[in-house]
């Protein structure tokens, strides 16, 4: 029924957001995706889709609570508490109460044996009794016992959205307008003992009622419009019916806080009073615009609003009001990025499986020294509303990280940053080389090469176009196969080579020569399915990635291969520019290595492990051969959230590995960094190592394959190993199992060819 999950071991930083350990993850959720707020007399809990953010009212600290540390799910719908349990609802009818440091989870209703929608709606607390609106009736838990005592249907198949109690009897806002019974009546889960209110209205009779509270010897309700503003409140008194005066109106949560009722509307939130009559209201935030909240408590002199725009708010006014947790991507939407020197930029926008337009306008996320910036059109001039959505690509200088571009699926054509903070240039059909596709521009991938040239991909008679860093515009053929065809993906190799996946036609490498301004050096490959001109397992070209031994590795819809060798691409013979699948032998059969599986991204880290990306399957990490299985993350085995998976990178300084899903974004701190030949900046975390310490002993800033020893300092060996690219990690024990004793350790490290030595100090705390 219940199942007691842990302790929540919070990580804390003043914005909310902590670098963290080896092995850890993180959940990069939205705070401007609301679901609710609730208090303690400790705590503000503001709720949004995959995450809560924590406010301690004490110390005034912020905390995140994920999947990674005590949540048992993802999708948050709503949350409520009675001043002392937080309890939070789900789309699938999951259910997570919060008392103290413990988090129960309540799976009854997302596991129960019934078809159709189960999202938890909303909730009333009674003495021990929590009564759970929900889409498949209205679920009574006892809270004291942790288990279900009942569910109630007022009606055939109910969908309730809200419910609560005034005086003796329970009222229910449901999709066939309201419904009530007398609280101590028996046998309430028989339909039959329920009845419809029928004063109202004839418009309202059979009206979805989202929105229902007793207030005073009140009970208040909204009728949510389709329409824009239209929406209208109305309350019974003595079960007299009146309408709000103030109607229409656009409502998204009303809530009672004793002698005040508190509306939370579309640019405002308004607080009435016991005559339903507005004595204050909040209309606008210092220096942060109009207020779009989604639910507002009170707590002494402040109100804590969850708002769209603003995230987590405190105010007393609308003269006293700020954020204190905004920190995070504008969507929780995420579909391509790239990284380079800890500058993550996230393309929130997608396309369907068949490349056709989802017409999100989510924006671009850049993250960088744990602070995330938000590009779309609210903050940017240069961004349209009307003509920019589905941004699917973007790209990072590595010359100079302040500089990065994105683009699109759709009219707005290619936007330049060239300062951090502000988009200074737009190209388009009518600027550029750009080519239309329809009225869009079909701009999929892009990549800045070590010279500072942006290259992109657009659909077109010469999909390659190359914008250099004086202002020249170049466009290339990638062959008559490639023409007019979606290019999907593009990588470019350690010898400038670009490689371009262009749907249902495989896969095309271009050399230019080094000379853009000169066709006649330049050469075009392309690789098909047909074996000895390629060898592809299909020619939906997915993801393409260059390793560390100068391998090419192909993921395609229907399998993985590796073309192991590049140097006779352009001039070889029949079969010189195949690639091949890894072959395995497992009980006495041959297979490939992922068999058929839908690969969608590869990355490879610092120690040549290759990150595999798949649509269905989660993420595997193997070994520089492909040979062995390192990781293997999945929503069941991780925290993973979700097993589409639409691109993966990787931050080499620090190891941590992004994976882009279709439910968000999330992230696993690994092992395989970027080598240093020089030793030049060897690190070691967390120096000191506390007694409750138990995770791994990161040293980083190794050479590649770095041999590593650590001594006392009597010079006894204690452990051995090897570099992961850059990064080796410790446990902290002896070579024969054994927590080494309080001390300090020394660490040798040099590389296993060549020459190069470095010392660190470790001081261990047992």
Known sequence: M???LFSIL??????????????DWRIHFSAFNAKGIAQTDSDIYYACSNGIVNYDLEDNSIDMLTVTNGLSDLGISTIDSDGSTVIVGYDNGNLDIIEGNTITNVSWIKIADISGNKRINAFYFEEDLIYI????????????KKEIRDTYYPYTNPTIYDVSILQ???????????????KNQGFLNDKNQWQKKSNLPVELLNEDIQHLEAFGNKLVFAYDSEDFNADSVYYFEDNVFNTYAANPVSITNLKSNGDELIMCLFSSINFLDASMTTQDLIYTYPSLGSPNPVACVKNGEHYWIGDQDAGLVRATNSWDGASLFSNSPWTDGSYRMDIQYGKLVIAGGGLTHNLLNVFSRNGVYVFEDEQWTNFNHLTQENVSKDDDWDFVCAAVNQSNTDEFAFSSFSKGGLKIVKDGKTVSEVWNTDNSVIEAAGESMAITDMKYDDRGNLWIVNKGLEP?????????QYSFSLGSAAKDKIPYRLMIDQNGVKWVAVTNAGLVAFDDGGTLDDPSDDQVQSLSTAEGFGNLPSLFVKAIAQDIDGEIWIGTEEGLVILYSTSNLFDGDFGDYDANPILLTVDGEVEKLLGETYITSIA?????????????SGVFCLSPDGLTEEYRFNTSNS???????????????????YFATDKGLVSFRADGTIGDAKFSDVTVFPNPVEPSFNG?????GLGYEADVKITDVAGNLVYKTTSNGGTAVWNGKTLQGNRVQTGVYLVWSGVSSGKGKKVAKILVIN
């Open 2 to 4: 219940y199942k007691l």
């Open 10 to 23: 919070f990580f804390s930083s003043l914005t909310g957001i902590a670098q963290i350990g080896m092995n």
């Open 133 to 144: 609106a929900s889409s498949i009736g209205l679920v009574v838990f006892d809270n004291a």
């Open 168 to 182: 003796d009897t329970i009222y229910v806002g449901t999709d066939d307008g309201i419904y009530y019974a007398y």
């Open 464 to 472: 390659l176009k190359c914008f250099t860093p004086d202002g020249a």
């Open 604 to 616: 490879v880290d610092g120690g040549n492990r290759k990150w595999i990306g798949t649509n269905s």
């Open 639 to 657: 925290p993973l959230i979700s097993n589409n998976v639409l691109d993966i990178k990787i931050d080499h300084a620090s190891g941590e590995v």
């Open 696 to 700: 791994p002993i990161t040293i980083q």
